[in-house]
């Protein structure tokens, strides 16, 4: 149950895209497409933004977007606005019924 | 409205015990699964145990395999995680959330946590 590996920041002007990678193994990430994103905005709960690699929960911006190469997985969130800065955490399936998360990206909108 | 609301954290000493519980409302609970998952200072998260929408079956981390137990109690739509033999790397804020098959058993809902801090 190792984690997965995010960069532990990114950043981007207002308006730029950024993409924060996911890298996993070929028992969690390559295995099952069952990756999902989070963001969590300082002293908040996580709230979901992507699920099953690169589907958008009803009423998550069409700007977040997630796909998904062998055991790599990777979060775009284009046309950057001020409010998404926070900290953006990836998850998969690990197999018998665990999960294994990444370490979390802190996104900075300069 | 969904919510998940977690209580029961505090100061404990290493090898103590603690039994932390989420109330939830805002939906069937009997049909979820639910799971703890904890946020250690400064770091990611980190899922530790899920129960099944049944609480017939039960899966944990290997980190606290042996010493958390995960339950539930469906006529009052509560979760449990009893904590034993606690160490100080234990020490995280405590969220419950729910997974849903309808959205790959994403975590679609959490509670706003609860913090545990394991220290002499």
């Known amino acids: 149950q190792s984690a997965l590996t995010q960069p532990p920041s990114a950043s981007g002007s207002p308006g730029q895209s950024v993409t924060i990678s996911c890298t996993g193994t070929s028992s969690d990430v390559g295995a099952y497409n069952f990756v999902s994103w989070y963001q969590q905005h300082p002293g908040k709960a996580p709230q979901l933004i992507i699920y099953?690699?690169?589907k958008r929960p009803s009423g998550v911006p069409g700007r977040f977007s997630g796909s998904k190469s062998g055991s790599a997985a990777s979060l775009t969130v284009t046309g950057l606005q001020a409010e998404d800065e926070g900290h953006y955490h990836c998850?998969?399936?690990?197999?018998?019924?665990?999960?294994?998360f990444g370490g979390g990206t802190k996104l900075t909108v300069l | 409205e969904v919510q998940l609301v977690e209580s029961g954290g505090g100061l404990v000493r290493p090898g103590g015990s603690l039994r932390l519980s989420c109330a939830a409302s805002?939906?069937?609970?009997?049909?979820?699964?639910l799971n703890w998952v904890r946020q250690a200072p400064g770091k990611g998260l980190d899922w530790v145990t899920s129960v099944s929408s049944s609480g017939r079956y039960t899966y944990y981390a290997d980190s606290v395999k042996g010493r958390f137990t995960i339950s539930r109690d469906n006529a009052k739509n509560s979760l449990y995680l009893q904590m034993n033999s606690l160490r100080v790397e234990d020490t995280a804020i405590y969220y419950c959330?729910?997974?849903?098959?309808?959205?790959?058993?994403?975590?679609?809902?959490w509670g706003q946590g609860v913090q545990v801090t394991v220290s002499s």
């Open positions: 959330a729910r997974d849903t098959i309808a959205l790959g058993w994403a975590f679609d809902y």
């Open positions: 805002g939906f069937t609970f009997n049909t979820y699964s």
């Open positions: 998850t998969s399936y690990a197999g018998s019924n665990t999960w294994v």
């Open positions: 099953e690699v690169s």
